[in-house]
């Protein structure tokens, strides 16, 4: 599997979270990691995003403050910790690699499969 999320579930809100994204080492040179999300009946918008070699991150408005993206390259991995939920969280979250320092799902070739994080009391 060239890149595979994980780490999904149903939370309560105000609760914390960590999605997992794992690549093959081929799949992980890329630059650049990001994450999606799609929630029921939207359209898949933008979440947070890392540059593999430095570590630099952007994120969405919407998330900022309350997610943390972050990588481990020993394990050909990247993570989103998403904290302080809430139900409008609730989405398929997808990691995909990209080759550029973009936001735009276009700059980003290779899609994982999602992980459904649901957030509800």
């Known amino acids: 599997v060239q890149l595979q999320a994980s780490g999904g579930g149903r939370v309560q809100p105000g609760d914390s979270l960590t999605l997992s994204c794992a690549a093959s080492w081929r799949t992980y040179s890329s630059s650049v990691i990001g994450w999606f999300r799609q929630a029921p009946g939207k359209e898949r918008e933008f979440v947070a995003l890392i540059r593999r070699s430095s570590g630099t991150t952007y994120y969405a408005q919407s998330v900022k403050g309350r997610f943390i993206i972050s990588r481990d390259n020993a394990k050909n991995t990247v993570y989103l910790r998403m904290n302080s939920l809430k139900p409008e969280d609730t989405a398929v979250y997808s990691c995909?690699?990209?080759?550029?320092?973009?936001?735009?799902?276009?700059?980003?070739?290779?899609w994982g499969q999602g992980t459904l994080v649901t957030v509800s009391s």
């Open positions: 995909a690699i990209g080759s550029s320092f973009d936001s735009s799902e276009s700059a980003y070739k290779l």
